[in-house]
């Protein structure tokens, strides 16, 4: 079995059968939250959507910043599916003067929020959860409202040649408005893994020999596109990544995060208590 999530307690509940793509939320914020403190930010406030996601967003942020030693001022829960105008929240935000924002909810409103904003005064940074895709936030907001945000780089910025292929047939398929995700690309690997999988295994319906063969097809030829590498004993799928930033109105060349101290330090299940 095996689902797309950043949630790290599918695999916290110890079935062997499960395997999971991406990687935790918490270690794509800590590119994020990296970068943010190298900038000197120390105050944050934090507008997260109310869904299950946004909430364990909010939860693993506070944890982090808080370990670095910085200062939560502000934490707002948005019903993304009801809410346009975020004024309200912005203004009692501001209010406490922070530094940035971390933001985790779909990208549309989470463009919308970096614009009013920026309306209402705010100079600081933008700290973006791997919801917030930020090539479709740059098609809402304009780049000069989105300087000084950084987030999750886009699949069709990653400096891996053959993810750049996957996302040339992407477009060419579904057209140059349609935006590849990670959602997609991860899910387009994770099909030819277990496909190989089951080639090594030798069967298609003993899924115990086919879970131990995916370390042994690892990395999946011409079809690694995103690179993974590693399927922890837990069923976490371990790969590259990269963080992104946008300054001067444009985005910055991608930042590698190497995930390999990061989960020698957490492990694949960490979560904050």
Known sequence: MHGYTDNVAVIKQGNKLVVKAPMSMAFYNSGPVDI??????????????????????????????????????????????????????LTKALSKNPDCIYLYGPSEPSAMIVSQARELGFKGGFLLGSQCKMDEMAKIAPME??????????????PLPLMQKYNASH?????????????????????????????????????????KAI???????????????????????????????????????????DPGPWYEKYGATWMPE
């Open 36 to 89: 943010g403190w190298q900038r000197g930010y120390r105050k944050a406030a934090l507008l997260c959507g109310s869904h299950e996601a946004g909430k364990m967003a909010e939860k693993l942020f506070l944890a982090q910043w808080k370990d670095k030693g910085g200062e939560i001022v502000e934490v707002a829960s948005i019903d993304f599916k009801s809410v346009t105008d975020f004024y309200p929240y």
């Open 145 to 158: 409202a989105l300087n000084d945000t950084v987030g999750v780089c886009p699949v069709g910025m990653m």
């Open 171 to 211: 477009k060419a398929k579904f057209g140059e408005d349609a935006i590849p995700t990670s959602e997609s690309a991860f899910n387009y690997e994770v099909m030819y893994i277990f496909a190989e999988a089951m080639k090594k295994a030798g069967t298609v319906t003993d899924p115990y020999k086919i879970r």
């Open 215 to 257: 370390n042994d097809v690892l990395p999946v030829g011409d079809h690694a596109i995103r690179g993974m590498y590693k399927v922890t004993s837990e069923g976490q799928f371990i790969s590259g990544y990269f963080a992104i930033q946008i300054l001067d109105g444009k985005f910055t060349d991608p930042i590698n995060i």
